[in-house]
């Protein structure tokens, strides 16, 4: 039978994050089959130990995975003081579920994004070291030369950025796209494509600007091999994981 430490049962079944759930533990607000226990630690049984919040039986949620076409002005955040977040996108029954997004796009960014309950799942997805690309479609304010695209194709130090300052990587470490190329749009020639890995904070808008152009559009196309295609601006499409992370590695579309 699989044990999970109690902290992570806890935020399974939608209590709070694991360290929140710890503060839970510290009140003597939890009981394990009758007792209270104040130990994060402790190896919970699933399908087998008895746990309770204030008396009332704790249940792990059900795992929830959407594919969302973000339009611009939504910031990917469960909560802001300022703008609209993603969240309110999502139709009733998803509102009130624990659901948050799996990496970020900036406020104007567009494109495909996922959202989910599943904590290990979103870790899975957006730490780099799982090698899941991202793929964007950026108009800038005029036509890329040659020279620029070779330029951008070299990489920044992280920095030449402020906006890189606080990654966790040493200032001589380069950013730079894993594919870059021109897009034809027809009459419309401002248009490159490109492939990222990392995730750095505003990554393809910073090479942009590095390289001496502004970015009047971007738009995330791609997660791994899952392709935006027909999903409106603002919908959600619900998969489930396997589904998801199927099309994420062998291709599919939403």
């Known amino acids: 039978m699989k044990k999970i430490r109690l902290n992570r049962y806890l935020a399974m079944c939608g209590v709070a994050s694991r360290r929140k759930a710890e503060e839970v533990l510290e009140q003597g607000r939890v009981r394990v089959n009758g007792k209270i226990v104040l130990l994060p630690s402790l190896q919970i049984e699933l399908g087998i130990t008895e746990v309770t919040l204030d008396d009332k039986l704790m249940l792990p949620e059900q795992h929830i995975y959407l594919v969302v076409n973000k339009p611009a002005g939504y910031v990917c955040a469960v909560t802001d003081k300022y703008d609209s977040v993603i969240i309110e996108l999502l139709p ?25 309950n599943d904590g290990d799942f979103a870790q899975q ?22 020279k620029a695209l070779s330029r951008w194709r070299q990489g920044y130090s992280l920095k030449d950025s402020p906006h890189w300052k606080n990654e966790n990587f040493p200032d001589s470490h380069v950013v730079k796209p894993i594919e870059l190329s021109k897009l034809d749009k027809g009459d419309d020639n401002n248009w490159v494509r490109v492939v990222i890995g990392e995730g750095l904070k505003r990554e393809v808008r910073e090479m942009v600007r590095l390289t001496g152009y502004s970015t009047e559009l971007l738009i995330r196309t791609k997660i791994g091999k899952l392709q935006l295609t027909g999903l409106a601006p603002g919908e959600c499409k619900e998969l489930d994981k396997e589904e998801l992370i199927r099309k994420i590695n062998e291709g599919g579309e939403v």
């Open 92 to 116: 009733g029954k998803f509102q009130g579920k624990r659901i948050f997004p799996v990496g970020r796009l900036d406020r104007e960014t567009e494109g495909i994004i996922i959202l989910t």
């Open 125 to 146: 997805m957006s730490h780099p070291s799982f090698g899941i690309l991202k793929e964007y479609e950026v108009m800038l304010n005029e036509p890329i030369t040659d």
